[in-house]
């Protein structure tokens, strides 16, 4: 069965800690894996996709890597900004959908 | 672009009430997908369009939800009757042909009381 794990499931950090969030995933092919974050209140918003092994992506302090069985996201030097729940998600070989995991809530202290 | 929109924003019903969600994708769009949101269950996936067509519906609870897309700028979700069970926030999200990122809209967050 396609399925994603989010750990940890919340994360509380000072400011300028940098930090890695985990996404391990089991599917039989992987066509993309995602990254997005939600802001409390709002839809989730696209931050990057990832689609072999080996493969890495920035923006800004944030950068998303990919292995066969996970994906990270570092996060160097976060800011208070940074808070918000971020979400992984996979679109398996087999399937015409996207599975989400239950997200990282993160928080970052002043 | 404005993204994608939904309405209403916020939503208050009693039990057994009618409700239905609104959701206009971004334009050029060809994919268009509704999602509910719980704590509990965290983000899932009820249906989803392609070019107006209904595709995957597998995640629709149960016969009490519908969704409709009668053209390219519109779809709705439908709860009819509504049960308190049914309380969460619906997202509507687009996807570009040949794209594999889904953009998503504000939600609408139901109370069913």
Redesign the interface.
Known sequence: EDQVTQSPEALRLQEGESSSLNCSYTVSGLRGLFWYRQDPGKGPEFLFTLYSAGEEKEKERLKATLTKKESFLHITAPKPEDSATYLCAVHPSSASKIIFGSGTRLSIRP | DAG?IQSPRHEVTEMGQEVTLRCKPISGHNSL?WYRQTMMR????LI?FNNNVP??DS?MPEDRFSAKMPNASFSTLKIQPSEPRDSAVY?C?SRGQGA????????TRLTVL
């Open positions: 994608v997908f965290g983000l899932e996936l989803y595709i995957d995640g997202f999200a594999n990122e889904q953009f998503f809209g504000p939600g």
